[in-house]
């Protein structure tokens, strides 16, 4: 089935450190991939929606600046989180949609655990 | 925008069918999917309505009824390793994902 591989799996850094996560589709192309931060014991908030060739749209109160998206090929998104803070610790996730399967659901990547210190 | 609504938390014994209700209000449809989230993991597909009805698979099974705004999944012959939080999924028309807050499942022995 679809596989969507996310790296690092954990990150842990001090404070005002820039961290990149990737995403990647393995075996399908996705025009458009979804991050996602989740706090502990709460659900997943969609932060933007990546999309091949063109900017992200971000979800209100999520700052551009603050998380840069690039979707570079139908199979790459990454996510950096620049001068991370500890506010900016969470478990980060994205999520790609293949486009030739209209009705099919979203897979998700691992996660992303990110520690700012 | 989407309000998604489910119970924080169920508990049932080992063996047993628990049933998780999610209600919504959406201002634009495509689906509705049920996900398995285990601590520190990522979301697990379970199941996906679009139409209204029953989707059966295996031990999950879930339903959804569009006039309603409402769905559920329900788990038979619980098993330990379903001790989990599940999480309700609405898609909007924009295929952007908006998730109920989960309802956390505890299986006891």
């Known amino acids: 089935g679809a596989v969507v591989s996310q790296h690092p799996s954990r990150v842990i850094c001090k404070s005002g450190t820039s961290v990149k996560i990737e995403c990647r589709s393995l075996d399908f192309q996705a025009t458009t991939m979804f991050w996602y931060r989740q706090f502990p014991k709460q659900s997943l908030m969609l932060m933007a929606t990546?999309?091949?060739?063109?900017?992200?749209?971000?979800e209100q109160g999520v700052e551009k600046d603050k998380f840069l998206i690039n979707h570079a090929s139908l199979t790459l998104s990454t996510l950096t989180v620049t001068s991370a803070h500890p506010e900016d610790s969470s478990f980060y996730i994205c999520?790609?949609?293949?486009?030739?399967?209209?009705?099919?659901?979203?897979?998700f990547g691992d996660g992303t655990r990110l520690s700012i210190l | 925008g989407q309000n998604i609504d489910q119970p924080t938390e169920m508990t049932a014994t080992e063996g047993a069918i628990v049933q998780i209700n999610c209600t919504y209000q959406t201002s634009g449809f495509n689906g509705l999917f049920w996900y398995q989230q285990h601590a520190g993991e990522a979301p697990t597909f379970l199941s996906y309505n679009v139409l209204d009805g029953l989707e059966e698979k295996g031990r999950f099974s879930s339903f959804l009824s569009r006039s309603k705004g409402y769905s559920y999944l329900l788990l038979k012959e619980l098993q330990m390793k379903d001790s989990a939080s599940y999480l309700c999924?609405?898609?909007?028309?924009?295929?952007?994902?908006?998730f109920g807050a989960g309802t956390t499942v505890t299986v006891r022995a």
């Open positions: 999520s790609a949609r293949d486009r030739g399967q209209r009705g099919q659901p979203q897979h």
């Open positions: 990546s999309n091949e060739g063109s900017k992200a749209t971000y």
């Open positions: 999924a609405v898609r909007g028309n924009d295929y952007k994902l908006s």
